[in-house]
């Protein structure tokens, strides 16, 4: 079925006519495997509202082998990191395994990934299909030889997982008679889904969620409101989103015009937030509580311009002495721009009354680390060439 609007979407969602949601794997590295991160986890009370959670065994354990790959290289990164503290400061006690020990649990890398997805299944109350026995043989290659999606032109046998994948989501749907909301950014995928009539594809699973969510029409004006160019939302929010800023982890990359160069980015400071359109916000989750009061987690995309404070030691090989003879540093603040999603908690009160309030609970942003590049530095600055009489 083609690609369809939030509108014609939110209609068969009303109308019962979808009744359950699925990821693609590519969704789960976006949110970095973060399994209890806010998106990732919302899946979890979809059960509430009769909505099911399904997952492809081949994506499964793809996400499977994607969470054994990073905990693995982080736990590998730990080791090292470890060792080089422990040497510089000469510790005997504790033991590299011993504080390796205190951060895995005295898991292995396996051990904790097998754990840590099996409660994430358990939690979300996620349905894996057996795509083996959803699908046979002859639909997969009769798609392979006559180039139908997901297969294409280009290198086919790297296709194969998609097309079990998406192929036993297609026999589930059939199954089970409802249609399915498909969350990826593959484009395979979304070619799959342009012919399929059961599988309707969205790019963002905030999208999607909050589509599933159909917040009430009451709701949703107040958030528009209290949001917009007149409303309070942007000001309380924006303590709350520059406290986040400095919360984040720059790396800096750059090239020292001569000899070499170590840098290290300070926290990043807000400097200015653009906001976007209502409709682009979304809510992923809604919970009332026994007081009347309504709980609302919103998916904010947002470009934030960041000041990040960046302190550059130069450093030159003396190869006599075989040793390095520093050249002095000096401070830069680039400003970047960020696109990312804010998740912010909010509590309302009396909705729609006389004395509706806002406030804000709590605010996070859908990412960790980022990456400054300087591109090629001076080792000295135009000043220092030409001082000031």
Same mark, same amino acid.
Request: proline share 4%; aromatic share 6%.
């Given at each position: 079925m083609p690609i369809i609007e939030d509108i014609e979407l939110s209609k068969l969602l009303a109308e019962g006519q979808i009744?359950?949601?699925?990821?693609? %794997?590519?969704?789960?590295d976006e949110k970095g495997l973060q399994l209890n991160g806010t998106a990732l986890h919302a899946v979890s009370r979809l059960a509430a509202l009769h909505f099911d959670f399904l997952l492809s065994g081949t994506v499964a354990e793809e996400i499977r082998r994607h969470l054994e790959r990073s905990t693995t290289d982080a736990f590998r990164a730990a080791r090292k990191a470890i060792g080089v503290a422990l040497g510089a400061f000469e510790i005997q006690t504790? %033991?590299?395994?011993?504080? &390796?020990?205190l951060i895995s649990g005295g898991q292995t890398p396996t051990e904790a990934v097998e754990n840590r997805f099996r409660d994430y299944l358990s939690? %979300?109350?996620? #349905?894996?299909?057996? @795509?083996a026995t959803l699908v046979d043989t002859a639909t997969i290659f009769n798609a392979y030889f006559k180039g139908e999606p997901p297969f294409g032109t280009g290198a086919k046998k790297s296709e194969f997982p998609d097309a079990l994948a998406l192929n036993a989501l297609e026999r589930a749907a059939e199954q089970r008679g409802k249609g399915i909301i498909v969350v990826s950014k593959d484009g395979d995928w979304q070619a799959f889904c342009d012919r399929s009539t059961r599988l309707y594809l969205v790019t963002d699973i905030e999208r999607a969620l909050s589509l599933i969510n159909d917040p009430p029409v009451v709701l949703r004006a107040a958030l528009s409101r209290w949001l917009g160019e007149d409303g309070e939302g942007r000001e309380e929010i924006s303590p709350h989103l520059a406290r986040a800023v400095e919360r &984040?982890?720059?790396f800096v990359n750059g090239n020292a015009s001569s000899g070499e160069m170590e840098a290290h980015a300070w926290a990043g400071e807000l400097q200015e937030t653009?906001?976007?359109?209502?409709? #682009?916000? @979304?809510?992923?989750?809604? #919970?009332?509580?026994?007081?009347?009061?309504?709980?609302?987690?919103?998916?904010?995309? &947002?470009?934030?311009?960041?000041?990040v404070p960046i302190e550059i030691e130069f450093s030159i090989w003396d190869s006599i002495d075989r040793e390095s003879v520093?050249?002095?540093?000096?401070?830069?603040?680039?400003e970047e721009e960020l696109e990312i999603r804010a998740t912010v908690n909010?509590?309302?009160?009396? &909705?729609?009354?006389?004395d509706e309030m806002f406030e804000v609970l709590e605010c996070e942003l859908d990412g960790t680390y980022f990456e400054v590049?300087?591109?090629?530095?001076?080792?000295? #600055?135009r000043e220092d060439y030409n001082p000031p009489d």
């Open positions: 009744n359950a949601i699925s990821v693609d %794997t590519n969704i789960f504790p %033991t590299r395994d011993d504080i &390796l020990g939690s %979300t109350n996620c #349905e894996v299909l057996d @795509d &984040l982890e720059f653009i906001w976007p359109e209502a409709e #682009e916000v @979304d809510l992923i989750e809604i #919970e009332r509580s026994h007081e009347g009061h309504v709980f609302v987690t919103l998916s904010i995309p &947002l470009s934030l311009v960041v000041k520093g050249m002095g540093g000096r401070s830069v603040e680039p909010i509590a309302v009160r009396d &909705l729609g009354g006389e590049d300087l591109g090629d530095i001076d080792v000295f #600055e």
